[in-house]
Nanobody, 117 residues
Framework: QVQLVESGGGLVQAGGSLRLSCVASGTIFTINDMGWYRQAPGKQRELVARITSDGGTRYVMSSVKGRFTISRANAQNTVYLQMNSLKPEETGVYYC??????????WGKGTLVTVSS
């Protein structure tokens, strides 16, 4: 079992920055890719960025390229999402996810990001 706990969300003005953190615990050696997803009010959850086990960026949503950066500190079992120049439409709950070698996906409970205009 893997447990994921997100932190770092909050209220920020448009144009501001936040850094989200996701700390993994449990059988973390089974986790390969990790990612950040966003679910805006009334919308489906969507992938924002994904990172490989060795820290390579596998995917970044086109609308956030150049503003958001995903990174990973394996020694601290932590994945980060640095978000700059935030826009009101990027308000939502941000979830951390980890995919194990057997394909099982684990999820955190999410952290709320609110971007005011």
């Amino acid at each position: 079992q893997v447990q994921l706990v997100e932190s770092g969300g909050g209220l920020v003005q448009a144009g501001g920055s936040l850094r989200l953190s996701c700390v993994a615990s449990g059988t973390i050696f089974t986790i390969n890719d990790m990612g950040w997803y966003r679910q805006a009010p009334g919308k489906q959850r969507e992938l924002v960025a994904r990172i490989t086990s060795d820290g390579g960026t596998r995917y970044v949503m086109s609308s956030v390229k150049g503003r958001f950066t995903i990174s990973r500190a394996n020694a601290q079992n932590t994945v980060y999402l640095q978000m700059n120049s935030l826009k009101p439409e990027e308000t939502g709950v941000y979830y951390c996810s980890g995919v194990a070698r057997d394909g099982i996906a684990y999820w955190g409970k999410g952290t709320l990001v609110t971007v005011s205009s």
